[in-house]
């Protein structure tokens, strides 16, 4: 097939880790035969150094002419200052919003050979294996807000839960198609006992999972009993879905099971159009430049790429299994060693990787 992939670096450990992921990716066009091509753009702190907007109007165009993005992280202390007229950060939400990402999908694997650095016993983590789906345009982070001040001092300040039908539809789907390929057991998470958006989000959620996915295992769990299963049982979830901000919190519990930041990747999707992938963790500026960075979030986050923007498979598979066997034969950068063991850099990683590509 033929794709175009934009990258965005962006700030700290951005360019180091999104050149491995190329690396990896120019290897699969070529075994594969697909013609990537690829072109850079700027997003975030350079991009404000360079041109004064943390998201040019070149960068949205390439982005939206594109198959899909692959973006490093944003953001550092050069561009820290409260008073500053605009953040890295306001390009990365720019942009989600120009390219309708309403699905914020992250999987969380718990891989054995890292287990030990979760915070978790292993007899708990181990075997762990979720794809999140949080909704990531509406909600409370998006809903009617205000802060008034009152006659007789304080003030009182409104935030709003809002959700529509098609926008809880629409993910509920994109969820459930999921869970079809994976191990077909759905949790819909949400506070129905409490909240009226919530009780929304459970009818809609039954009639489509009664109509069109009864082949599903489907249950529902309020968030806050959930927040106490996924330390205790994460191993009983599958596919999750859920609200922006119960799906904000949550995926970032849930992403401390697996023991390391540098291992997880994340995509953002809309209903059609390019998607948006990522690690999860941020610019690591205290590594930046340093050649130690963990490459494997941003590799993973490429096979992700390869499977919901580009429908292949074989070849995020492909990946996938190159990264457990990297690990399985024990190579680890210097944020997933164990002490006195040998650690290898970003570049040295990619290697591995792509030696485990070539022996498969
Ligand atoms: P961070 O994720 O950048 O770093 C947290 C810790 O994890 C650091 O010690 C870092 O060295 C380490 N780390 C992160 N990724 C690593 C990797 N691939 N390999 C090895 N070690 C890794 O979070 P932070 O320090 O809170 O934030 C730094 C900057 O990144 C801030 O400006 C923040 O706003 C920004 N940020 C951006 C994104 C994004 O672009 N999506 C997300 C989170 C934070």
Not at 98 to 104: P, V
Not at 278 to 290: F, L, T, V
Request: proline fraction near 5%; aromatic fraction near 6%; charge should be negative.
């Amino acid at each position: 097939m033929e794709a175009r992939f934009v990258l965005l670096s962006g700030d700290g450990i951005g360019p180091e880790i999104v050149s491995q992921a190329e690396r990896v990716l120019r290897w699969i066009g070529k075994r594969f035969g697909h013609a990537f091509e690829f072109s850079e753009h700027l997003i975030g702190g350079i991009a404000i150094d360079t041109c004064g907007d943390p998201l040019p109007q070149e960068t949205v165009d390439a982005c939206k002419a594109s198959t899909a993005v692959l973006l490093g992280a944003v953001g550092g202390p050069k561009w820290d200052d409260p008073n500053a007229k605009t953040r890295p950060e306001a390009g990365l939400l720019r942009i989600r919003k120009e390219l309708g990402l309403f699905a914020n999908l992250r999987p969380i694997t718990a891989y054995p050979e890292l287990v030990d650095a979760s915070p978790l016993k292993r007899e708990i983590v181990e075997g762990t294996d979720i794809l999140f789906f949080r909704e990531l345009t509406g909600g409370i982070y998006f809903g009617p807000y205000s802060c008034e001040d009152l006659p007789g001092g304080g003030q009182r300040a409104t935030s709003t839960e809002v959700y529509e039908t098609y926008e809880v539809e629409r993910i509920f789907r994109l969820a459930a198609e999921a869970a079809r390929k994976r191990r077909g057991k759905l949790t819909m998470v949400d506070k129905a006992n409490v909240l009226e958006a919530s009780r929304l989000w459970r009818r809609v959620c039954a009639k489509i999972a009664k109509e069109e996915y009864s082949d599903l295992e489907y249950d529902v769990v309020l968030v806050d009993s959930m927040a106490m299963h996924l330390i205790s049982r994460p191993r009983s979830f599958d596919v999750v879905v859920t609200s922006n901000m119960f799906g904000d919190i949550l995926t970032d519990e849930a992403s401390m099971l697996p023991g390391s930041l540098g291992m997880l990747p994340s995509a953002s999707i809309g209903s059609s159009g390019p998607g948006l992938y990522e690690p999860i963790h941020g610019s690591a500026p205290d590594i930046a430049g340093k050649g130690v960075a963990n490459p494997l979030a941003t590799i993973l986050a490429a096979a992700m790429m390869l499977r919901h923007s580009c429908s292949l498979e074989k070849e995020a598979v492909a990946i996938e299994t190159a990264v457990k066997k990297v690990l399985a034969d024990g190579h680890r950068t210097a944020d997933i060693a164990a002490a006195g063991a040998t650690k290898i850099g970003t570049i040295a990683m990619t290697d591995k990787v792509l030696a485990a590509l070539e022996s498969a």
